[in-house]
Structures are given as C-alpha cells and as structure tokens.
C-alpha cells in the first residue's frame, strides 16, 4: 500500500509538472531561451503594421492574431509606415503616392477614413513614424535627399493636421516614434515623459522630453540573437511602464520588451515579414473606441419640467444609455446614428440647481463624461440677443421675447473701427472692430452706463484689404473670419484669447464671409456674396452649404451676424430699412423674426455680429 500510494504521488507530481511546463512552454515570449516570462501583464492588444502583406494585425497580449485589416482600397502600394491610437481611433501614415496620415474606423472587416491629413512638411520626405499625445499628434519624418530637408519631428493640430511646431531631429535614419506618460513602480522609477524615436543607423532610442523641451539619447536597441549586424528598430511602443520595440530585418523580426532603462525583459519571434511600427493599447478598436460627447441641446433646464434634449458626438452604439445624475430621469434614449441621440428627460423638482456632468455608455461598457454639460435652473431664464451695429458704434441688449432694446453701449470711447463681431466666452463680451482699428477687445458692460470699456486687447488677424467681420468662443478658443472681397476666400482663425496668438486657420465658405459660431461640435459660417449658412467638414476640408439666407416679403439677403442658441440658428440681415433678425432650423425653417429697426439709425441700422445669451 506505501509502495503503491508513493507511485500514486510521483504520478500525480509528474502530471502536474508537464501541464505546468506545457503552458510556460506555449508561451511565445522568450528571454534569450528563458520561457517562463510573460510579454504584458495587463490585458490589451498590439495592433503593427505589416508592409509585406501591405495590411494592420491585431494580436492579443498572448500574441495571438485576432484580426487583419487589408489596406489594398486605402492605399493600393505597400507604401503603410507607422501607427498609432488616439484613444478612440487608430492612425496610418503612408509614403509613396500616398504621402497622407490617416484616421481610421476599425469597426468592419474594411478600415473606414475618418480624417485625412497631407504628411508634414507638404507631402515630402517619408512620415516614419506617429504618436498621440492625448492632445496633439505628433509625426517624424526622416527625411529628404531629393528635397534637400533634414529628419524632423512634427506636432500637429489632430482635426486640422495644420504644423504647430517643428523639431530638427540631429540623426540619420529615425524610424518608430510614440509617447510616454510614464507610471512609476512603488519607488518612483520610470521614464521620462516625452516623444521617444529609434534610428536604425544609430541603433538607439532617443527621447524629446516635453518637460525640458530637448533632445537626448535614452537607451540602446537591444541585440538580436543573430548578432549586432541585425539591429533595425522600426517601431516602437509603450504601456506606460515598459517599452515595446520593433525590430525588423530579413534574420531578425522580434518584439521586445524593455523597462524604462532599455533592459531587455522578454523577446517574441515574430513570423511576419517586414513588421514595421506597432502600438499597445487595452481598448478593442472592432468596437470602435470608447463615445465623446460633443454637445448637448438644449444645454439647461428648468426643475420641475420634461423637455427633449439632443446629443451629438461620435461612437454612439446601440443601447446607449446616458445619465444626469441625481434627479433627473431619463425617460427615453433613441439612438440615431453613431452622432446623434434623441432623449426626453424629466427634472425632479428635488434636484439642485447646479452644473451636471453628464455620462453616456455603451453596451460593451466604454464611457464618456461631458463635464459642467447641463446646468439645472431653479427657475426660467430670460433669453437676449447682443446685437452690433456699425453706424452708430453701439452694442444692443435685445429681449427676444417681446423685441425690447433692455439696453445699448457706446464703443466710440476705447475703439475708432467699426463695430463687427460680438462674442461671449461665458463670462465677458468681445468685440471685433475693423476700420483703423483691426483689434478684438474684452469688454465690460455695466448695468448703470452706456459707455463699454475694455479690459484687454490686441490686434487681430489681417492681411490685404480684409476687413475684420464676427467672432465666436469655442473650447476656449477665439474664433475670428475676415473677408477680403479681392481674394477667392476669406479667412477663420482660431486664436489665443489672452496672448492673441494665431495658432489655426482655414478658408471661408467664399471672399465675403460675416458670421460664424459653433453648434453641436461643429463650424458654421455665413457669406454675403453666397447666401447661404454653410458648415465646416473636418473630415473633408470642405463647405456644404446647409440653407439659404432668410428674407421677409420685399428684403433683400445680406446676412451679416450668425449665432446658436443651442437649438436653432439666428441670422442677422443687413439691407437698409428692412434689418431683421431670423431665427430658423438647421433646414432654413424660420420660426421666428425680430425687427431691429428700433434699434440704431431707423433708415440703415448696419446690423454686424450678433450672440446668443441666456442668464
């Protein structure tokens, strides 16, 4: 019986000694030889680009391939360099034809473009590699000998791809690129936080940190086992602890991975020909990234009362569910389309008057926050419209109500131009003013007085003959159009409201462009000369012209001011003695029209910007 159970035992030992061994043994990481090292302890996927089979793969943490993208409609050539992840989509840059970096939906079997960028600087050179730094895209270029430019690296606005600052990069042949927000271990050990590139000529990684703003050598490529004549980092990637490394040559395609100091941890043998960049991330990028919510309208609400409310955004599925926080029921959720919902909410007359953060999630669990989104009202808000106009150099208060003029200010006394744009960021007017002048003001406007003065000031954007037209506020940027009626178009600026610096631009709809405002997380802008409200495609770069100008029996169109009051449109129009202000849907409907002629001179008011404010 001893003998027996003693057998029994080794038996059972033996067992279980091979199921471990078999499992350590299938794991495809190894450390020089050493198989009991997993790649990644956290679960997310690797997403590389594969040049030979011009495709995206997507591999589990196990390495396992799970999905493959074809790249042949988007970019017909084998030309695909770099890739990364915004947070909710993945990007490409190409060479060749194609000299673009691309957003792209991975939700089908077949990647959709959602943006298109010329690869900086003008289609020139080889974009090697790319990054998100959860504000701006980041894209190196290493290169050009026939255009006589050095390897550089490039921050880019994401929506517009517009070049927001340039780096020269002081090596030959930099390839892989990403960004490190490191998190430290239980001693405070980490990377420095900055953009980390390879150059295979080199065989290092070199780091720009963000924080002292220059360059530096960071570490060494590993070796492969075929020896130093290998080393060929392409790619390179990071989980915010350690690094991902590509390594691509014809003996030696490994995936790495390093600590912070470039100590090799663990290495995988790819069976990918030509492997070139590669991102790590935990999110599921078939699911499309987890919603953004962009806006919400009407943005407030009175308690004790149940409303429709609209949200646009983007990464909207099915079965979306959206909440207002305590006392304010959701009665009904219809999704639309991946950018719009349709609810109906009802507020508790408990609830608090106060600011909401609003939430929004999909059914596979991914979430997005719209904060300070929605504000509770303890009781109903009067709603005005600020007016501009030229001739008198005056500011109205209109209560659109009943059509009253509350109250005006002069602007003679801190600006000689002429009244243009009027704007609210929330807190304080501005004014645009053209003439000599060319200049936005922050304004104050008392209560007691009819004199605005200004708080701060600058010159605005101009070139040419252009004159300075409206203004709007947006994510905290000032938004600025001119028009220059010698010119095919005019110009939209985005500027730093409190150092006045350009920091974007793009053309208008046409050469004589007035009003413009934000809706629903998107540019809108009206023209003189086209007669017509006319929306901004980020997608695209383009104009589509949403509706025409309205006019009253016996008018003419001139539209000068455009603003949203969360719902609909206001158009101003500027014709003599038939100055009105319009209220219409998106699809041009007018619901309402307010009669300035009280305001200002009565036979030619010159009515400029206007802005929608509630308090």
């Known amino acids: 019986m001893k003998q027996q159970r003693m057998q029994y035992i080794f038996f059972t030992a033996a067992i279980l000694l091979g199921f471990i061994f078999f499992m350590q043994g ?18 997310g996927y690797f997403y590389i680009t594969e040049r030979a089979s011009n495709s995206v793969i997507m591999l589990d943490y196990n390495m396992r391939e799970i999905k493959r993208w074809p790249l042949n409609k988007i970019n017909p050539d084998t030309s695909v360099q770099a890739i990364t992840f915004d947070g909710r989509y993945l990007w490409l840059s190409f060479a060749g034809s194609v000299d673009k970096i691309m957003q792209v939906n991975a939700e089908s079997d077949t990647l959709v473009v959602l943006r298109s960028h010329d690869a900086p600087p003008t289609r020139q050179g080889t974009v090697r590699g790319i990054a998100f730094d959860g504000q701006y895209l980041w894209a190196l270029n290493s290169g050009s000998v026939t255009n006589v430019f050095a390897p550089a690296l490039y921050k880019l606005d994401a929506s517009t791809g517009a070049v927001l600052q340039t780096i020269a990069l002081n090596t030959p042949e930099p390839r892989g690129l990403c960004y490190m927000d490191p998190k430290p271990d239980v001693y405070g050990r980490g990377a ?16 720009y940190s963000l924080e002292k703003f220059q360059l530096d050598s960071a570490f060494s490529s590993p070796k492969p086992p075929m020896g130093v004549y290998n080393i060929y980092p392409t790619g390179i990637s990071t989980d915010g602890k350690n690094f991902f490394l590509v390594n691509s040559s014809d003996a030696a395609d490994h995936l790495y991975r390093l600590d912070y100091s470039g100590k090799e941890l663990s290495r995988y043998d790819f069976n990918y020909q030509y492997p070139q960049s590669v991102i790590w991330t935990t999110y599921d990028v078939r699911d499309g990234g987890p919603p953004m919510i962009a806006n919400i309208s009407p943005a407030k609400g009175v308690k004790g009362t149940a409303f429709a409310v609209d949200i646009s955004g983007s990464g909207f599925k099915p079965g979306i569910t959206v909440d207002f926080g305590t006392n304010i029921k959701t009665d009904t959720v219809k999704y639309v389309n991946p950018n719009l919902l349709h609810l109906y909410i009802t507020i508790d007359t408990a609830a608090l008057a106060e600011m909401r953060t609003i939430s929004a999630t999909n059914p596979n669990g991914t979430k997005a926050s719209f904060t300070n989104g929605f504000e509770v009202t303890a009781a109903p808000v009067e709603e005005f419209i600020y007016m501009g106009e030229s001739n008198l150099s005056r500011i109205y208060k209109i209560r659109i109500k009943d059509s009253t003029v509350v109250q005006y200010w002069n602007t003679k006394s801190i600006s000689a131009g002429s009244v243009q744009g009027v704007g609210f960021d929330g807190t304080s007017f501005w004014l645009s003013a053209s003439g000599s002048d060319k200049s936005l003001y922050k304004l104050n406007l008392p209560d007691t007085d009819t004199n605005a003065t200004a708080s701060h000031s600058f010159r605005a954007p101009y070139w040419g003959s252009t004159t300075l037209r409206g203004i709007c506020f947006n994510s905290g940027y000032l938004w600025q159009v001119v028009s220059e009626p010698t010119a095919t178009y005019g110009k939209i600026y985005r500027i730093d409201p409190v150092s006045g610096s350009i920091l974007d631009s793009i053309n208008a709809p046409g050469n004589e462009p007035r009003g413009i405002v934000w809706a629903n997380g998107k540019l809108y802008c009206n023209d003189t000369s086209l007669d017509s409200l006319y929306e901004y495609s980020i997608t695209s770069q383009a104009w589509k012209s949403v509706c025409s100008t309205p006019i009253v029996t016996g008018g003419s169109k001139f539209s000068t001011g455009l603003t949203h009051d969360g719902a609909n449109f206001w158009i101003a129009t500027s014709s003599g003695s038939n100055d009105h202000l319009f209220k219409i849907t998106a699809s041009g409907q007018i619901l309402n029209i307010l009669d300035t002629r009280r305001a200002g001179a009565a036979s030619d008011p010159g009515i400029t910007g206007i802005i929608y404010v509630a308090r």
């Open 192 to 207: 420095v936080k900055g953009i980390y590139y390879t150059d295979i000529t080199r065989d290092k990684v070199y780091l």
């Open 26 to 43: 299938c794991d495809p990481f190894v450390n020089d030889g050493i198989t009991d090292q997993a790649e990644i302890s956290t679960k």
